[in-house]
C-alpha cells in the first residue's frame, strides 16, 4: 500500500505487535512519511451487521470438525471491557502509531472521550454501517429528521474529542455542512 501511494496504512486485524512491526517495516523501506491508523478500539458488535450481510463475511467452518464463533469476538474487543481500549491504544502509541481508531463510534464515545484524554495522539471515530443504517431507517419512517439526526451524531463524536469521523454519510453531510450560514 505504501509502494501504491496510500498516505495511511490502516491494518484492522488488532493483533498484539502489528502496529511496531509495520512501523518498522515502512521505516526500513524508507517510507517514514506513510502513517498508520491504528484499530486500537474495535468492539465485537451489532453495528457491523449491514456491513457483514453485504459481503456475506459471517465467519465458516471450512470443515464440520472445526468450531468458529458466529461472530468475531475471539479477536475483537468485550463491549462491556472500556480498559482494554486504553491498554490497546496506548501500546499502538508506543509502537508508533499516528492515529487512534474507536469502532463503532455512536455506542462508545464514552471510550473516545477517555482516549482523547489520556492519549497524545488524534483520535478517529468509524461510523459504522449499523449506526447509518439505524439513522437511515428511522429518517425513511418519518421517525426523525435526518439531516438533524446526522449532524447531531457527527457533533457528538467531535464534543467526545474525535479529531477524524469515518462514515457512510460524508457525502451528505458535507453538503448539509456547506448550506449552513
Not at 496510500?6 to 511496531?20: L, N, Q
Not at 456491513?51 to 468450531?67: H, I
Not at 471510550?111 to 459504522?128: G, M, S, W
Amino acid at each position: 500500500q505504501a509502494e501504491a501511494g496510500a498516505d495511511y496504512v490502516s491494518p484492522s486485524d488488532m493483533m498484539d505487535g502489528r502496529i511496531g512491526a509495520i512501523r518498522n517495516v515502512l521505516d526500513a523501506q524508507g517510507f517514514t512519511h506513510v502513517g498508520i491508523l491504528a484499530y486500537s478500539a474495535k468492539y465485537a458488535s451489532a453495528f457491523y451487521g449491514p456491513f457483514r450481510d453485504a459481503l456475506d463475511s459471517e465467519p465458516r467452518l471450512p470443515s464440520q470438525d472445526w468450531v468458529v464463533p458466529r461472530g468475531k469476538e475471539t479477536y475483537q474487543q468485550n463491549p462491556a471491557n472500556a480498559r482494554e481500549a486504553l491498554m490497546e491504544a496506548r501500546l499502538d502509541e508506543e509502537e508508533g502509531a499516528d492515529i487512534i481508531m474507536v469502532k463503532p463510534g455512536l455506542p462508545y464515545l464514552d471510550i473516545v472521550k477517555a482516549l482523547h484524554e489520556r492519549i497524545d495522539l488524534p483520535i478517529a471515530v468509524y461510523h459504522t454501517s449499523g449506526e447509518y443504517a439505524m439513522l437511515k431507517a428511522a429518517a425513511l419512517n418519518g421517525w426523525l429528521d435526518e439531516k438533524a439526526a446526522v449532524l447531531e451524531a457527527l457533533l457528538s463524536f467531535r464534543r467526545a474529542g474525535a479529531s477524524v469521523i469515518l462514515t457512510y454519510y460524508a457525502k451528505d453531510a458535507a453538503k448539509w455542512l456547506a448550506e449552513q450560514p
